[in-house]
């Protein structure tokens, strides 16, 4: 039994204990595990791209057409509050009759700073944002609470984001409808919130208007299961993202070690119905005589797209 193995084993078994039990007659059943009631509704695959990914040129019509025309169901925005004021009422009206959904918005965040002053701006910063996203119907605010290097320490950065900066941001969101949804990052770039589990806890204690996400490029560096970390989040799970495993491109370019299976079966067995959505770099093909990368053209992100979605799609099936 490898490291990773042992880890796996440790986590399904924390996620068990922590379960439930589901009504007076639940049983153990074969080795130990209780039997668990069946989500509310079964888990669907809904795809997403964040904006700037979508391979097209033209307005906002045009991208929404290309997500409906190749099998996604989401979009994800980013955070920008200028942006959100320019965009956001054109983005709304677009989306009037067709059947995408907003999902999240994303931007760098961070209230790890050792001057009070700093976090309370960060918190003001993101106060607009919410109510244009609780206007939106949006899923909510992605939120990144520390990154590589806190200026505080982890107790006391994990206390203050928890009745303070995390918790006035939540409160904000529910009041518009909306939520905040924390970002476990990996070992380099924060060692404050790095497991779904994790996430799940801080948002329990924050309460209304805050919910968690699992990164599948996140998730391979510091979590030994990918659907133990899904199930342990439960409910609280408000939004995915992914990309290939090795090199953090779009899903596929890294043959087999792009393997979502295990994660899709936390998904489904948590009914998850949220957005995933891809999250990336574009793979280049060298560089030119400037020496700067050759990005691939729209017509082969196009093609990477459709390789994805078949490649998801299938993988979903096996879950």
């Excluded at 918005?105 to 701006?121: E, V």
Aim: charged letters at 25%; proline letters at 7%; glycine letters at 10%.
């Amino acid at each position: 039994m490898n490291r990773r193995e042992f880890l796996a084993g440790g986590a399904f078994a924390s996620v068990a204990a922590a379960m439930p039990a589901v009504g007076n007659n639940c049983q153990p059943c074969c080795g130990g595990m209780p039997k668990l009631a069946p989500p509310p509704q079964p888990a669907q695959l809904n795809l997403c791209l964040q904006w700037r990914l979508i391979p097209t040129t033209g307005d906002i019509n045009a991208k929404l057409d290309y997500l409906e025309a190749n099998d996604f169901q989401a979009v994800e925005i980013t955070s920008s509050l200028d942006w959100l004021r320019k965009q956001g009422p054109c983005l709304m009206d677009a989306l009037k009759g067709r059947k995408l959904f907003l999902t999240t918005a994303c931007g760098p965040s961070r209230f790890d700073y050792a001057d009070r002053a700093k976090n309370d701006a960060e918190v003001e910063k993101f106060m607009p944002v919410l109510e244009i996203l609780g206007e939106m119907k949006s899923t909510g605010l992605i939120i990144c609470p520390a990154r590589s290097k806190p200026e505080v320490g982890l107790k006391e950065l994990r206390a203050d984001f928890v009745t303070n900066t995390g918790k006035r941001l939540a409160e904000k969101a529910a009041a518009c409808g909306t939520s905040i949804v924390l970002e476990p990052l990996q070992r380099g770039e924060t060692p404050f919130l790095r497991q779904v589990a994790d996430g799940a806890q801080i948002a329990k204690e924050i309460g209304a208007g805050c919910k968690v996400m699992g990164d599948f490029w996140h998730m391979s560096k510091e979590e030994p299961s990918f659907m133990a970390a899904f199930i342990s989040a439960g409910p609280l799970l408000a939004h995915v993202h992914i990309a290939s495993l090795g090199g953090r491109k779009v899903p596929g370019i890294d043959g087999d070690l792009d393997n979502y299976v295990d994660g899709f079966k936390g998904l489904k067995f948590i009914g998850y119905r949220g957005a995933v959505s891809l999250e990336c770099v574009w793979p280049t093909k060298g560089k030119d005589a400037n020496g700067k990368p050759i990005q691939p053209s729209q017509a082969e992100r196009h093609a990477l797209i459709k390789n994805m979605v078949e490649l998801l799609r299938r993988q979903w099936a096996e879950a």
